[in-house]
């Protein structure tokens, strides 16, 4: 066999493997049907790959006419992968079934750890080490440890640069200690792109070839998938900053060093610099006293309270979000745009306010795109962080023995 009939083999192999990954049941009919592979194909496909015991038969398909057609899954226990989404709040270490379930999980509470990067990475292998052993699993079989951890991040040295809102972690080469310490491949992405990556193959984008995630939280970021593939951009994978998306040319300095980011103007912690110099003026205000040392839950708990100087700026915020949500329409067409971070989940009216506004600047006789509330994001960023793993191990090393 020459390469290019081998490369051929092996991308019809990930074909199939990536279609049963999707849609968690196929038949070898169907997969014919959806692939433009013939039968014959498929069959000789599904017979090695259920040799090598990378899938596997489920319950036979009923309903139809004739005799019922055998479906087939990933075997979910073949291999397992080590999860790691960590943000400013807390870090959940679990690890996961090729299916992306659950197997075991622990959490780090972040305020609890000392400032040293030394005695996080120290917590970081413990609890890797724990959900490993108490899931009884044979350490042959974790294939490896994907980390979802804030932007920006240098993906293909595993460098983790400089998060503005988690400074522990500056210049942290997490995937050369962790690989040295544990013995494991680890693979390093943003978390909004850990998220995405969820979000595509067990969340709401799980119908969709072609999404974007916009995570609204104390910053502002996001993860883009085409063609069911992480998109990252070329060399230093900043692809999906949308957070600095420029939408005021004069408006205020962002931490990136421009003015006017969507970062700057709309993210939780924009809205809480605005509302501190707001309080400064208003004295009898109840959270005057506290205004130099505000948190998140203050601004959602004051809006809940119908407090008139957060409203605005939180509707502020869902107005210019939903201006880069339309720009984000018109540069990319997704099928899909998922929008997750506290200022979602905080203020049920933020999500309206964008939808509404995106919506209201679409092009003459463009679609009306899907625009939905993401699921929790540490779960989407916990599963997404173990399906960097199953990628790679799809990609490179599914189709060998071992």
């Known amino acids: ?70 479906t087939y899954r990933v075997n979910e226990k073949y291999g397992y992968s080590v999860g790691i989404h960590i943000n400013s709040f807390r870090t959940t270490v679990a690890l996961l079934d090729l299916n992306g379930s659950i197997v075991q999980r622990v959490y780090l509470e972040m305020e609890h750890l000392p400032p040293s990067q030394e005695r996080f990475v120290a917590d970081l292998v413990d609890a890797v080490e724990h959900v490993v052993e108490a899931s009884a699993i044979e350490r042959s079989k974790v294939l490896g440890v994907g980390i979802g951890v ?55 984008g799980s119908r969709y070839d072609n999404l974007v995630y916009l995570d609204l939280d104390a910053g502002i970021g996001g993860g883009l998938v085409i063609d069911g593939k992480l998109h990252e951009g070329s060399e230093g994978g900043v692809a999906g900053e949308f957070g600095h998306m420029i939408m005021d040319v004069e408006g205020p300095l962002c931490n990136c060093g421009n003015r006017g980011c969507l970062e700057a103007i709309g993210s939780g912690l924009a809205i809480l610099r605005a509302f501190s110099q707001e309080l400064a003026g208003h004295p009898e205000h109840k959270l005057y006293l506290k205004r130099n040392s505000l948190g998140l839950q203050d601004v ?48 049920p009216r933020f999500f309206e306010i964008v939808k509404d506004v995106a919506d209201s600047r679409k092009m003459k006789g463009s679609r009306e795109q899907v625009i939905l509330v993401s699921e929790p994001s540490d779960e989407m960023g916990i599963v997404g962080a173990g399906e960097i793993v199953a990628d790679h191990f799809f990609e490179d090393v599914a189709l060998r023995q071992r």
């Open 150 to 204: 804030p932007g920006p991040v240098d993906s293909k040295e595993g460098l983790v640069l400089m998060p503005p809102n988690l400074k522990l972690l500056h210049y942290l080469p997490l995937k050369r200690i962790l690989e040295q310490q544990l013995q494991l491949p680890v693979c390093v992405q943003k978390d909004t792109n850990a998220i995405a990556l969820g979000e595509y193959w067990h969340g709401l």
């Open 300 to 347: 959602l708990e004051a809006a809940a309270a119908s407090d008139l100087l957060v409203l605005h700026l939180l509707n502020k915020s869902a107005f210019y979000t939903g201006i880069a949500v339309r720009n984000l329409i018109n540069l990319f067409n997704p099928q899909i745009i998922i929008l997750g971070g506290i200022l979602i989940k905080g203020y």
């Open 1 to 70: 066999m020459d390469n290019s009939q081998f490369q051929l083999k092996n991308l019809n192999r990930r074909l199939v493997l990536n279609y049963i990954r999707k849609n968690r049941l196929a038949t070898k009919a169907g997969l014919a049907a959806v692939t433009g592979l013939t039968f014959m194909a498929i069959q000789k496909i599904i017979a090695e790959l259920e040799s090598l015991e990378l899938v596997r038969k489920d319950l036979p398909q009923t309903g139809g006419v004739g005799r019922n057609a055998i």
